[in-house]
């Protein structure tokens, strides 16, 4: 209830949405996935570590936890899980993508939705490997 609240208090909804890009994360999505992954002590540890996060724009360590760490961790986790949530395997999606040109109707959409699966696995992939790199660059400086 206490990070609704704080949530509430900035006007930032309790359920986000971000557009992931091949090139970079979304200003606000790491902030806001460390605001919803960390487990804090108490309470009384929410409007801080929100302050922190969202108004001041520091990704603080609470309680001996780094919170950049903690939001990387969700996001790695977030783009395995959208990855094996796809009802079809990566290969057949790029064959029946590969046909887009030559089809029409409802073979035509069929193959358009596949190229359009074929290129959100390829930006939920890049994504995940660039969040491990950025994980084990924050575990080397500890």
Same mark, same amino acid.
């Given at each position: 209830?206490?990070?609704?609240?704080?949530?509430?208090?900035?006007?930032?909804?309790?359920?986000?949405?971000? %557009?992931?890009?091949?090139?970079?994360?979304?200003?606000?999505?790491? /902030?806001?996935?460390?605001?919803?992954?960390? !487990?804090? /002590?108490?309470?009384?540890?929410?409007?801080?570590?929100?302050?922190?996060?969202?108004?001041?724009?520091?990704?603080?360590?609470?309680?001996?936890?780094?919170?950049?760490?903690?939001?990387?961790?969700?996001?790695?986790?977030?783009? +395995?899980? %959208?990855? !094996?949530?796809? /009802?079809?395997? =990566?290969?057949?999606? !790029?064959?029946?993508? %590969?046909?887009?040109?030559?089809?029409?109707?409802?073979?035509?959409?069929?193959?358009? =939705?596949?190229?359009?699966?074929?290129?959100?696995?390829?930006?939920?992939?890049?994504?995940?490997?660039?969040?491990?790199?950025?994980? +084990?660059?924050?575990?080397?400086? !500890?």
């Amino acid at each position: 209830m206490a990070k609704q609240q704080a949530l509430a208090a900035r006007n930032i909804p309790t359920t986000e949405w971000f %557009a992931i890009r091949i090139n970079c994360l979304p200003a606000g999505a790491l /902030p806001y996935a460390a605001f919803c992954a960390v !487990k804090l /002590p108490s309470a009384s540890h929410v409007e801080v570590v929100a302050q922190k996060l969202f108004d001041a724009g520091k990704m603080p360590v609470v309680e001996g936890v780094n919170l950049e760490l903690v939001a990387l961790e969700a996001l790695a986790q977030q783009c +395995r899980s %959208a990855l !094996k949530d796809y /009802p079809q395997s =990566m290969a057949r999606d !790029k064959e029946l993508a %590969a046909t887009v040109q030559g089809t029409v109707g409802f073979e035509h959409r069929a193959a358009a =939705m596949a190229a359009v699966r074929v290129q959100e696995r390829q930006i939920l992939a890049r994504t995940e490997f660039v969040v491990k790199q950025q994980i +084990r660059q924050l575990r080397r400086e !500890k």
